[in-house]
């Protein structure tokens, strides 16, 4: 009997000390997060701002043939009565 008396007070000793390091880590962690004064951001130089690229577009591209050779849709694709519109299941392979 006194063994598992022992073995009882082993257990508790360490379940207490598990249970103290738990409660540390918890208080140093709300400590770290939650009570200490964030840091002042400073202020931006401007030599630290990168300059902005320009940016070119060439608008000459537009005037090419193969653009010009384009038809605008002007009325939307209908499909005939009774037609289905792609496949019961999409994701099985064909």
Known sequence: MAITFVEKQKKQK???????GLLLLTFFFLQR??????EPMRPL???EIPEAKKIKINFAVLESPRIQGLEAFEE???L????QVGRENPFLPY
């Open 14 to 20: 360490y379940l207490f000390f598990i249970l103290l």
């Open 33 to 38: 997060e939650f009570l200490t004064k964030p």
């Open 76 to 78: 939307p694709v209908s």
């Open 80 to 83: 005939e009565p009774g037609e």
């Open 45 to 47: 130089i401007e030599a």
